[in-house]
């Protein structure tokens, strides 16, 4: 078993006179107490190397002025999410895998920037956030409303850097994708979380739309569908929410 290397408040100390003199990377723990001295240094925080944290040190991390880099957390207590939420700079936690609803709704908090792929319209674009949309259909683009930027262009071929968003959406719009495998390697590559809102085929024939006033049009989407199982294949780790769509 690897050795834990403890971030103490001596060496904290020592990178804030002089950041290049200690690589933080290193460090797998960090002392309550050296956090609260990294909350005086101005820049970034690169403590990829931590696997867990105290409540009490999120809470300091997170009032330093500057990005905070915590790829290596697998973790997060609801406390600990709350005081991330509140921090002014970019946030990385790649490395989580479960997460309670409580902290998702408290990192939600926290303001991240948003690729939203086949945006159409922009109905369901949230205001909240800094959101670049994507859409490919010029008769779309035209009817937005929304002041979001908007690049014409498809899933398959996004015009961004690798890593440009928090997140990237698509609501409604993979099985429009010529190729969704693509569309969705895509989405992975320029942001670090996906949510992709999407109808399950197997469902469709009892969909009241299709069942009642458009029976032809099953054919059409069946032809082009993308199961659900699919689309996990293409997210590593995903995990999918069945959410309900309230009749009245
Ligand atoms: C049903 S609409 C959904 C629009 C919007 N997301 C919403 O929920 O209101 C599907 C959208 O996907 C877009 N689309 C089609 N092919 C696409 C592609 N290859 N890449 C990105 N978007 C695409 C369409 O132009 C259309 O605007």
Redesign the pocket.
């Known amino acids: 078993m690897s050795e834990e290397n403890v971030l103490t408040k001596e060496i904290a100390e020592q990178f804030v006179a002089d950041e290049d003199s200690v690589d933080l990377e290193e460090f797998t723990a960090i002392e309550d107490a050296a956090a609260e001295s990294l909350s005086k240094h101005e820049g970034t925080l690169y403590l990829e190397g931590l696997t867990s944290l105290s409540d009490a040190a999120a809470e300091s991390l997170s009032k330093h002025k500057g990005d905070l880099c915590l790829g290596g957390l697998t973790r997060l207590s609801d406390a600990a999410a709350e005081s991330l939420g509140k921090c002014t700079g970019d946030l990385t936690l790649d490395g989580l895998t479960s997460l309670s609803d409580v902290a998702a709704e408290s990192l939600s908090k926290h303001e991240g920037t948003v690729c939203n ?5 922009g ?2 674009e949230p205001d909240d956030r800094e959101v670049v949309a ?4 010029q008769a ?1 683009i035209e009817q937005r409303t929304s002041k979001n930027r908007v690049e014409c262009a ?3 071929s996004l015009p961004f850097p690798d890593g440009a968003f928090d997140a990237a959406m698509a ?3 993979v099985h ?3 190729n969704p495998q693509a ?1 969705l390697a895509e989405m992975q590559r320029v942001a670090a979380r996906q949510i992709v809102f999407t109808f399950d085929p197997n469902r469709q024939a009892d969909l009241w739309l299709v069942r009642d006033y458009l029976p032809e049009i099953l054919e059409l989407e069946q032809a082009r569908a993308i199961s659900i199982e699919q689309i996990v294949e293409c997210l590593p780790g995903a995990h999918v929410e069945t959410v309900s769509v309230p009749w009245y």
Do not use: K, L, R
């Open positions: 792929v086949g945006a159409g319209t109905s369901y994507v859409e490919p259909s779309m498809t899933a398959e609501i409604m719009s429009h994708w010529e569309g």
